[in-house]
């Protein structure tokens, strides 16, 4: 199962990756159990 989302105004650059880092790495936790 693969989830991709767009966010409007957003492309992949330094921005992207620093607005959301936290959300992805959360997410991964969570899958990981470690949380």
């Known amino acids: ?3 991709i989302r767009y ?3 957003y492309d992949h ?3 992207f ?3 959301f880092i936290g959300e ?3 997410y991964h ?3 990981l159990n470690m949380r």
């Open 1 to 3: 199962k693969t989830l």
């Open 29 to 31: 936790a969570n899958k």
């Open 17 to 19: 990756v620093s607005s």
């Open 24 to 26: 992805h790495i959360a």
């Open 13 to 15: 650059s330094y921005y």
């Open 7 to 9: 966010h409007e105004g």
